[in-house]
């Protein structure tokens, strides 16, 4: 852990420590899988001991693209291939020893999700196979029996499509009308812009908490309490900010939270709040 003031020390900082990373990386039997993330005034840093085998012209490859996806440690891969040597079976669909096995095992996965999260409720998490099935099923379940004509749904322009496309079939389906909160002159989401847009036909709100494009980062806080004034819901996709920064989506309070945990050194999965939808592929 490492204090610093600035946003140049942090860069700086963050630059040293990939450098470390790849000479390391370089001269070990193993690759270094690195997280880190800033928060106020810290910096956290984390090496896990990965067993990396990927080559590129017999080259040892250290890999950086966790906003995609992230590499596996060894013990999430042993975890897996534990289940499937020692207790493969359906979950909640069986009273035999595996399957109740491995029922509780998922059951403590959605209590560690929750404890991650700080959900009130392990209940409130939802496992699906990824973070555009978790918010489709927000927009043809919730959308769908909500919406109608003249309602208005708010997106930001700067939205995954994975976060627009389904909002646009309810849209169609609905009569319910879109509103993109355009960039200020910076290239983030204008939010006074957003607070302008709110009304009482606004019955929805889809934000990114980090984008995944700009690296913005949004005031969510103040985007659902301006949207719970007017009555609206609240679904922010959280899948850049859940595996690098820590939230507390009770402080948050949004009503949907969707992130990936196969960005966060996990296998694939996603999560919403109240329904937090967490993926499992």
Sequence with gaps: ???????TAKLLLVYMLDSFVITMSQTLPYSLLCIYFWHSSEVVFIIYDHRNLQEFDGNKLVYFDNGATSQKPSHVMKALDDYYRFYNSNVHRGI????????????????KVANFINAADSREIIFTRNATEAINLVAYSWGLSNLKQGDEI????????????????????????????????????????????????????????????????????????????????????????????????????????VASSHKASDSCMENLRSCHLWSLS
């Excluded at 852990?1 to 946003?7: G, I, M, Q, R, T």
């Design 96 to 111: 035999h020893a595996l399957s109740a096995k491995a029922t509780d095992a998922y059951e403590s996965a959605r209590r």
């Design 154 to 257: 708010i997106l930001t322009v700067a939205e995954h499509h994975s976060a627009i496309v389904p909002w646009q079939f309810v849209s169609q389906k609905t009569g319910a009308v879109l509103k993109y909160v355009g960039l200020t002159k910076e290239e983030v989401p204008d939010i006074e812009q957003l607070k302008g847009l709110l009304s009482s036909k606004t019955k929805i709100v889809v934000v990114h908490h980090v984008s995944n494009v700009l690296g913005s980062m949004l005031p969510i806080e103040e985007v659902v309490s301006c949207a719970n004034k007017v009555g609206a819901k609240v679904l922010v996709d959280a899948c850049q900010s859940v595996p690098h920064m820590p939230v507390d989506v009770q402080k948050l309070g949004a009503d949907f939270l």
């Design 1 to 7: 852990l490492f204090n610093v003031d600035s946003v």
